[in-house]
């Protein structure tokens, strides 16, 4: 009977505690205080940690809203220098036409195939904008190129950087003139052959095209000297240049609407006696 009871007692005994200490709490008011502190001060540090969560998690998202407004900002940039650079070249380009004693065909160079030995571009002029093969290709910085390939509205180019390109030139203000050609290798170098060893050509001077050519008229620039040696053995000079065009960097060119004289072609084609 003692063990049947002995819930009863356990209730009975926890009630009787329960109401001592809601007695003692209420009638101690010191006491009732001091819980009280504690539990609001344990309230705000919990209140203060979510706080700290919540600020937190708003920072990260607006971190991630100004990266991407940094994004489009910058991309936004980046178009609107490349267009003002476009429209500076084409500005140019423009001068280039209006100061020019020939007829020129601006063009806007729509690929670049740069990245092996026969390099090739393509302009959006073609046989209807009176464009024909063997017609010389130049930007205001210097030449560019032939015209070796036309249809109807595009026109094709091999230009300095190819391994089957030639041009005479001459180094200012020596008047030494040699063969510029393009050995294959750096993208950013030209050789000019055929010079002899007893022209004092230096680096920084100028060399532009000679006028020896059926193709490019004279006085346009090709680059400027880079180095220049003096292989033993050798009567030549060794010599590289800088190319005045950055093929990378321009998007437009003018075709110059000359071509050349078939007649003289004819005749320096043909064999001797």
């Not at 998202?61 to 900002?73: P, T």
């Not at 620039?221 to 180095?227: C, K, L, N």
């Not at 005045?244 to 060119?253: D, F, M, N, R």
């Amino acid at each position: 009977m003692a063990s049947q009871h002995r819930p009863i007692d356990w209730l009975l005994l926890a009630a009787l505690l329960f109401t001592a200490t809601t007695i003692m709490v209420t009638q101690n008011a010191p006491l009732l205080r001091t819980l009280r502190a504690e539990t609001m001060e344990w309230t705000a540090q919990v209140e203060s940690t979510f706080a700290w969560m919540g600020h937190y998690l708003r920072v990260l998202e607006r971190n991630d809203e100004l990266r991407r407004e940094n994004i489009r900002l910058s991309s936004q940039v980046a178009r609107t220098r490349a267009v003002r650079q476009r429209n500076d070249e084409l500005r140019r380009l423009l001068n280039l036409t209006d100061s020019s004693d020939a007829s020129l065909r601006p063009a806007r160079i729509v690929t670049k195939d740069i990245f092996q030995k026969n390099n090739f571009l393509t302009l959006d002029v073609g046989q209807d904008d009176g464009i024909a093969e063997g017609m010389p290709v130049v930007h205001e910085s210097g030449i560019v190129g032939t015209v070796v390939l036309v249809n109807d509205h595009h026109a094709r180019v091999m230009p300095f950087l190819n391994t089957d390109f030639r041009v005479p030139g001459t180094v200012l203000p020596l008047r030494a003139e040699g063969i510029v050609r393009w050995d294959g290798e750096r993208l950013d170098r030209l050789q000019l052959d055929h010079v002899v060893k007893t022209e004092p050509v230096e680096a920084g001077q100028r060399v532009v095209t000679s006028g020896h050519s059926d193709i490019f008229p004279p006085g346009r620039r090709i680059g400027t000297v880079d180095s220049v040696a003096a292989p033993a053995g050798r009567n030549e000079l060794q010599i590289l240049l800088r190319p005045a065009v950055s093929l990378y960097k321009i998007t437009h060119a003018v075709v110059i609407l000359r071509t050349p004289d078939p007649e003289q072609r004819q005749l320096e084609e043909s064999p001797a006696g």
